[in-house]
């Protein structure tokens, strides 16, 4: 069972930045794929950012691609999410989830992925 813990979240100005930080639990924790995924009251969880378990290949939704900025640090069990020039459209909660399994195609759905964090709530003010 791996646990994930978020934190970074809270309250900025539009086009302020946040930085998002994850830790796991888990000792294997370079053997996943991690991702952040986000859930905007009234809507579903949609995909932020991934991270092939080596570091080496990112992947990032478009309406945040060129602002945010996800890095991990397997010495550490920790995976980041930099937030830059932050929007309104961009509050939400914000959770980290791992992927034993990540494929180079399916890394931007829910089911992929199998442990998940509590979530940090994110809010921008215009």
């Known amino acids: 069972q791996v646990q994930l813990v978020e934190s970074g979240g809270g309250l900025v100005q539009a086009g302020g930045s946040l930085r998002l930080s994850c830790v796991a639990s888990e000792r294997a924790f370079s053997r996943y794929g991690m991702g952040w995924f986000r859930q905007a009251p009234g809507k579903e969880r949609e995909f932020v950012a991934a991270?092939?378990?080596?570091?080496?290949?990112?992947y990032y939704a478009d309406s945040v691609k060129g602002r945010f900025t996800i890095s991990r640090d397997n010495a550490r069990n920790t995976v980041s999410l930099q937030m830059n020039s932050l929007k309104p459209e961009d509050t939400a909660v914000y959770y980290c989830?791992?992927?034993?399994?990540?494929?180079?195609?399916?890394?931007?759905?829910?089911?992929?992925?199998?442990?998940w964090g509590q979530g940090t709530q994110v809010t921008v003010s215009s």
């Open positions: 989830a791992a992927s034993y399994g990540m494929g180079y195609s399916d890394y931007g759905k829910r089911s992929i992925y199998d442990y």
């Open positions: 991270i092939r378990w080596s570091g080496a290949i990112t």
